[in-house]
């Protein structure tokens, strides 16, 4: 059974810094493109960060660029999401995502696996 779990979520002020973590069992993670998405209330779930087996990665152009920094130890089965500069409109529950075929799409759809997400809150 695969399953993901996120952490290092929670309230911070704006300009502030957190690193989530997200931890996956049951696959075989060194082949998996990994994901970082997002949904908050107002807006649909939309993809934040990707990173492919290989190590490359991807950004959403619009709002986070600049600011994130996706990686992976594939020793430890764990992808991270570090976010700096945290601002009000970060506010969403951040979900951790794996498309086992490698694949590092930004499609959400294309994902096989969700992890049960980690609510990051900040505070102007």
């Known amino acids: 059974q695969v399953q993901l779990v996120e952490s290092g979520g929670g309230l911070v002020q704006a300009g502030g810094s957190l690193r989530l973590s997200c931890v996956a069992s049951?696959?075989?993670?060194?082949?998996?493109?990994m994901a970082w998405l997002r949904q908050s209330p107002e807006k649909e779930r939309e993809y934040v960060a990707v990173?492919?087996?290989?190590?490359?990665?991807?950004y959403r152009e619009d709002t986070v660029k600049g600011r994130l920094n996706i990686s992976r130890d594939n020793a430890k089965n764990t992808v991270y999401l570090q976010i700096n500069r945290l601002k009000p409109e970060d506010t969403a529950v951040y979900y951790c995502?794996?498309?086992?075929?490698?694949?590092?799409?930004?499609?959400?759809?294309?994902?096989?696996?969700w992890g049960q997400g980690t609510q990051v809150t900040v505070s102007s």
């Open positions: 995502a794996a498309n086992s075929r490698g694949a590092g799409t930004t499609s959400a759809s294309e994902y096989d696996y």
């Open positions: 990173i492919s087996r290989f190590g490359g990665s991807t």
């Open positions: 049951g696959l075989t993670f060194s082949v998996a493109a």
